[in-house]
């Protein structure tokens, strides 16, 4: 945590006027935050600090991805903002954050928007949706350049009616298709079979067959372990190895279409979050911006060590066959059929998202392409 022993000393040292735009700057956020009178939001000489929970088991990459947010938020407002991030459990369970910054028994939170799918079906569209071929770099485009933000707030205050304000970041590889006791071949292996995960993806893959269970992140090993599950997929390698996947499972099968392409959301409690003072607002989102940018970064050094940690373990790394990969896009189309027409806001999500899609992914394509001819060459693999 940033050292707030010395914030609002130095005052000889500047102008009266730039003291008296300081004070009345702080004052003014004071008596905002106590006209609305909420408890955790202290407001002592100046310094604000939020009381923050994670999703996440404090071992996971994930928790520490919320550390280092709330690190730059703390840091950039020099100390008058602080974020205290507390993991999964800590006051309430993983699935019940988004209730807990609702009524305000946590200032804010870090999740993704697959867990609150049971809330509204349209919410997994933020960041668990099909995505039209868009990784998760492009879908957070159309979040912020393409009007997926106005379609978020729409859902979450008014259709919702959530006291909360969020900031969809951090973008996510394709995941893993996930941890199985043997390979699989095809489609029909799913028949059957209790198989872990969350949002959307749950539908997908009842489509494919399979017996779905929604856990949190902390209790799909201990899952597998006992039996309760015989198969789950939880996001990457560093999350996998330090989650403890390969103690109970050595077949990894990677790429997947359940979850092309995700992203973290970042929430606040709104009364709270609108009583802060503009410039503090700004550094919240310029340091959501920065996070997003350092998380994928930090993913490409870890994720690959790690990988290559767990293959020291023993574990088998397989390509999903094109066979499950073209059911899963089959099964969207199913799900995407269904939900729209069970929920108006669900289909104004999609109309919204696909043709920016189609747009940015053709654009792609044409100047970007694959590396995988240069990684051929290069590498010899």
């Not at 949706?129 to 998760?136: F, K, V, Y």
């Not at 970042?266 to 802060?276: C, S």
């Not at 059911?327 to 043709?355: H, I, R, S, T, Y």
Request: some cysteine.
């Amino acid at each position: 945590m940033q050292d707030d022993s010395n914030v609002g000393s130095g005052v000889d040292s500047v102008s009266r006027r730039q003291f008296l735009q300081k004070s009345g700057l702080l004052a003014g956020a004071a008596t905002a935050a106590a006209a609305i009178g909420f408890p955790n939001l202290a407001l002592g000489q100046g310094n604000i600090t939020l009381r923050w929970q994670s999703t996440w088991p404090t071992k996971d990459i994930f928790h520490e991805y919320a550390l280092d947010y709330a690190k730059k938020v703390n840091d950039m407002s020099g100390g008058r903002l602080k974020i205290e991030v507390l993991p999964a459990g800590a006051v309430v369970k993983a699935f019940d954050l988004l209730d807990a910054v609702h009524k305000g028994t946590l200032d804010g939170g870090h999740g993704v928007t697959a867990y609150w799918y049971g809330k509204n079906t349209a919410y997994s569209l933020f960041g668990t949706g099909p995505n039209w071929g868009m990784d998760a770099n492009q879908f957070l485009g159309w979040f912020y350049y393409g009007g997926g933000q106005a379609l978020y707030d729409e859902l979450m205050q008014k259709v919702m009616n959530l006291d909360v304000q969020g900031f969809p970041y951090g973008p996510m590889p394709c995941q893993p298709l996930g941890w199985f006791k043997k390979e699989v071949t095809g489609p029909d292996d799913f028949k059957g079979l209790k198989y872990r995960t969350v949002g959307l993806a749950v539908d997908v893959m009842k489509e494919l067959g399979a017996a779905v269970v929604a856990l949190p992140g902390a209790e799909i090993v201990p899952g597998l372990d006992r039996g309760l599950i015989d198969a789950a997929e939880f996001n990457n390698a560093s999350s996998d190895l330090a989650l403890g996947f390969p103690d109970v499972s050595k077949i990894c099968m990677t790429r997947s279409f359940h979850q092309p392409s995700e992203c973290f959301e970042i929430l606040f409690n709104k009364k709270k979050y609108d009583a802060l003072p503009e410039d503090l607002k700004a550094i919240i989102k310029v340091a959501m911006q920065a996070s997003s940018a350092d998380m994928s970064w930090k993913a490409m050094e870890r994720n690959s060590k790690d990988y290559l940690a767990m293959k020291e373990k023993g574990v088998k790394f397989v390509k999903t066959p094109e066979s499950v990969l073209k059911a899963q896009l089959a099964a969207w189309d199913k799900v995407m059929a269904a939900k729209a027409g069970e929920n108006p806001f669900f289909k104004k999500v999609l109309d919204a998202q696909k043709p920016w899609a189609k747009r940015v992914t053709d654009w792609s394509d044409q100047f970007i392409g694959s590396y995988e001819l240069s990684r051929q060459h290069f590498h010899k693999a």
